[in-house]
């Protein structure tokens, strides 16, 4: 079965530069959750999206931003990156239909970014 | 305050010795229940899911988790651990309610290690 599809899957990039993350929800789901996980820590929540729109926002810092796309792809854009950026980011799709309002969660494998 | 709590950070056991790995969530409202496996440097897995009904749920490797809404807990168990089972375990509540609506909320984990 088709899973959820992160790239790239390991990132290093230097401070102040820029990253773009990309997720490839399962198809026919229609939301995106962005999650980053420290070393050693829990995930936390960044930021999802339903049908293209902004649907939820956690504790995502101002340089970072996100969208959906039209085919319901995701893009993490993170710029002025510091060293504390360095984490696990994942991100996880799920459909309210398919599931029927009760939101079947599946994460994708991660992308390790590295900030040097 | 929401919020969830996993008590043990380490779990150290022998193979073949049953195992809990405790988890409290606080809420005000109706919650749905997750326990997610993390194998080193690899993703999220789902392992089981409390959403309805039954407030005993079971995976297909042999762990179980039971819903206590009184004691507001979702502790995961198995009966007999294999060297395989060794890996960060994490407890995870959705609200049913609110502007989170879909939102997951990830206690610090457990590191379960099995020893021979």
């Known amino acids: 079965a088709a899973g959820v599809i992160q790239s790239p899957r390991h990132l290093i990039k230097e401070k102040r530069e820029t990253a773009t993350l990309k997720c490839y929800p399962i198809?026919?789901?229609?939301?995106v959750y962005w999650y980053q996980q420290g070393p050693g820590q829990d995930p936390q929540f960044l930021i999802s999206?339903?049908?293209?729109?902004?649907?939820d926002k956690g504790s995502i810092p101002d340089r970072f931003s996100a969208q959906q796309f039209s085919d319901y792809h995701s893009e993490l854009n993170m710029s002025s990156l510091e060293l504390g950026d360095s984490a696990l980011y994942f991100c996880?799709?799920?459909?309210?239909?398919?599931?029927?309002?009760?939101?079947?969660?599946?994460f994708g494998s991660g992308t390790r970014l590295t900030v040097v | 305050a929401q919020s969830v709590t996993q008590l043990d950070s380490q779990v150290p056991v022998f193979e073949e010795a049953p195992v809990e790995l405790r988890c409290n969530y606080s809420?005000?409202?109706?919650?749905?229940l997750f326990w997610y496996v993390q194998y080193p440097n690899q993703g999220l897995q789902l392992l089981l899911k409390?959403?309805?009904?039954?407030?005993l749920v079971e995976s297909i490797n042999g762990f179980e988790a039971e819903f206590n809404k009184r004691q507001t807990s979702f502790h995961l168990r198995k009966p007999s651990v294999h060297i395989s089972d060794t890996a960060e375990y994490f407890c995870?509540?959705?609200?049913?309610?609110?502007?989170?609506?879909?939102?997951?909320?990830f206690g610090r984990g457990t590191q379960l290690t099995v020893w021979p």
């Open positions: 996880a799709s799920s459909s309210r239909i398919i599931t029927g309002g009760n939101y079947g969660y599946t």
């Open positions: 198809p026919r789901h229609d939301t």
């Open positions: 999206f339903y049908e293209k729109m902004q649907s």
């Open positions: 809420s005000s409202v109706s919650v749905y």
């Open positions: 409390y959403l309805s009904g039954s407030t």
């Open positions: 995870a509540v959705r609200y049913d309610r609110g502007s989170t609506l879909g939102r997951l909320y």
